[in-house]
């Protein structure tokens, strides 16, 4: 069994910033990808942003430059600073996983359970 566990949502004034960390642990080999989305209400799930286990990142559009995406991989931790918050960056952020379980092989993922980011305006 593999855990991923969010910390630090939280309420903040538009233009303020917020930092989320996401801590994996369990029958955990190695992890490759780790990643942020986020779901608004009444919308779908959308990706943030992604970073492998050698440190190359991907970002949405609507949040290049203003969010960084980094990890501690000997903590299996992965992190999401942001910046210049906007109203629209309210939704809830999801931590997610692609990892090598210890007994069953590669190519598995997890999702956290969520952590609730609003922005204020």
């Known amino acids: 069994q593999v855990q991923l566990v969010e910390s630090g949502g939280g309420l903040v004034q538009a233009g303020g910033s917020l930092r989320v960390s996401c801590a994996a642990s369990g029958s955990i080999f190695s992890i490759n990808n780790m990643g942020w989305y986020r779901q608004a209400p009444g919308k779908q799930r959308e990706l943030v942003a992604t970073?492998?286990?050698?440190?190359?990142?991907n970002y949405a559009d609507s949040v290049k430059g203003r969010f960084t995406i980094s990890r501690d991989n000997a903590k299996n931790t992965v992190y999401l600073q942001m910046n210049s918050l906007k109203p629209e960056d309210t939704a809830v952020y999801y931590c997610?996983?692609?990892?090598?379980?210890?007994?069953?092989?590669?190519?598995?993922?997890?999702w956290g359970q969520g952590t609730q980011v609003t922005v204020s305006s």
């Open positions: 997610n996983a692609v990892y090598t379980h210890q007994a069953m092989g590669p190519y598995f993922r997890s």
């Open positions: 970073i492998t286990s050698g440190g190359t990142t």
